[in-house]
């Protein structure tokens, strides 16, 4: 197989000030701790640190060149000096993408990016060659750097976009020049630097900027911003939406499911065709997930009952959903480990599996939660407006922790209050202390709220994890 990129092809894309000698890479990234043997190396501004002070580190973990806008000393033969190392890697990934034959698709949301891109990873990789964004690779740095890591070969290709300002998903979607936009829905997240949820439909609705002629739409048809997505995607070019969800015009709509604990059977009709399929993650959320990734894969032209049946093996991600089983006493103890993000729409989703996921004999329903972040003026008011799918989730006992869960702890049931600490940090051994054989407990709240200093104590108040 031939080389990611070659010399020549990097000289062409970037036009440096100067080149180094002769290479071939078959990776690209920003940070030298991940470097592997041979891998271009880009020296980008960051927040607090400068690139530039690991170029030095990068190359000798083995990168093959460094990408850099300063004069540096030592090895000109492993320098590409540029004028600007972040307009550098877009042009990278600019170039990546306008050699590609494959058929690409781009999703951004509120809330299931993440979910839906791993699930159309696994749904396409299963077909062809298949490239998606690491991790959650949705930003300046992180759209680039995937488009930039696309194999000439990929026949298809995932890209999460995402924001947390307005203006940011345009350019990107611009980079990415998609076949097929997906949009998973419009929620109440990053509403604090956004306004109102109009202007975060509206900014969600620029990933249709630059989309490919005969560009596919795939749109939450239950969500209440539909006809405004569907509305900016026609001023944007894209005439062919396909709707997802239950309501009876979506497209791709949800017939009947049965939830369980361990994931979902599922009936669904795509366009005229009827397919069942399992569900391997649970959760009603899920479900529409994965008639999102169902829909992008038959826009990209893909099969669609392979695709359901790779369904059967998609999880839930660690920290958003994935389960582990403690050994506890006698007995065991589920977690629901859900502690890398929250938003109202991602708290109510895990509020829905834990009502619907049954304690052991003698056990109890759990709950930890710390506070949302980025919700601005209208914090207090989301978390207090939680106390509704508390209160139907099941749980005998609600521990809580940060400045706006407090708005919620007051309109817990007396019956169901466990404590409300400042941090995570001082909830964790409460929560740990209350655990016993057979119960279930849920973990969550914002990654800035670190409730994984919550799952951390729990686990380490196990004896060992065991299976299910
Ligand atoms: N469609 C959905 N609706 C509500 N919550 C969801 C949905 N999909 C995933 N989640 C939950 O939201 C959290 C973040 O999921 P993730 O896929 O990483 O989203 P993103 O990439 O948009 O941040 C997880 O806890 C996950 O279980
Ligand atoms: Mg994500």
Redesign the pocket.
């Known amino acids: 197989m031939s080389a990611l990129w070659t010399s020549d092809e990097v000289q062409r894309a970037l036009s440096p000030i100067a080149m180094s000698a002769p290479f071939e890479a078959n990776g690209v990234t920003f940070d030298s701790r991940a470097v592997a043997d041979g891998d271009i190396f880009f020296a980008l501004p960051g927040e607090t640190t400068d690139g530039h002070a690991f170029v030095a580190d990068a190359l000798s973990r083995g990168a093959g060149v460094a990408v850099v806008s300063r004069e540096m000393m030592g090895a000109a033969d492993k320098l590409i000096r540029v004028r600007d190392t972040m307009k550098a890697l877009v042009a990278l990934g600019r170039a990546g993408r306008q050699r590609s034959e494959a058929r690409i698709a781009s999703i951004t ?1 509120s ?5 839906t891109k791993d699930a159309l990873r696994a749904i396409l990789s299963a077909q062809a060659p298949t490239s998606a964004s690491a991790a ?1 690779f949705n930003n300046h740095v992180g759209v680039p750097i995937s488009l930039a890591r696309l194999p000439r070969d990929a026949r298809y290709g995932v890209f ?1 976009i995402g924001m947390n300002h307005p203006g940011e998903i345009e350019p990107l979607a611009r980079q990415v020049e998609a076949h097929v936009g997906v949009i ?2 419009v929620e109440a997240a990053h509403i604090g630097h956004m306004g109102s949820e109009e202007a975060i439909a509206d900014e969600k609705a620029c990933l249709f900027a630059g989309m490919r002629p005969g560009a596919v739409a795939v749109l939450n048809r239950d969500n209440r911003h539909y006809d405004r997505l569907v509305h900016h995607a026609g001023a944007f070019g894209v005439a062919k939406i396909v709707g997802f969800g239950r309501h009876p015009a979506a497209e791709a709509r949800l017939v009947a499911c049965r939830l369980q604990d361990s994931g979902s059977d599922v009936q669904a009709l795509i366009g005229s065709r009827r397919i069942e399929y399992r569900l391997g993650a649970a959760g009603e ?2 479900v ?2 994965s008639l999102a990734a169902l829909a992008a894969a038959d826009a990209l032209g893909a099969d669609l009952a392979q695709a359901a049946t790779t369904l059967a093996t998609v999880r ?2 660690p920290g ?2 994935a389960r582990r089983w403690l050994k506890f006493g006698s007995g065991k103890v589920e977690l629901l480990d ?1 502690s ?2 929250a938003n109202p ?2 708290m109510r ?2 509020l829905a599996v834990l009502a619907r996921t049954e304690p052991a004999p003698g056990g109890r329903r759990l709950l930890a939660m710390g506070d949302m972040r980025e919700l601005g003026e209208h914090a207090d008011a989301l978390h207090a407006g939680l106390a509704d799918a508390v209160a139907a989730s099941g749980a005998s006992q609600v521990f809580l922790c940060g400045p706006h869960m407090k708005a919620l702890w007051h309109k817990l049931a007396a019956a169901q209050k466990g404590v409300h600490r400042p941090d995570s940090a001082a909830l964790a051994g409460e929560v740990a202390g209350a655990l016993r054989a057979g119960d279930v407990i849920a973990i969550k709240g914002s990654l800035g709220s670190r409730m994984k200093a919550v799952v951390d104590a729990v686990v380490a108040a196990a004896d060992g994890e065991t299976g299910q």
């Open positions: 949301g809330v299931g990016k993440t979910s959650s999460e998973t829905n959320h899920w529409l997930n839930a991600l958003r959903g859900e890398y993000n729409a991602s989703a895990m």
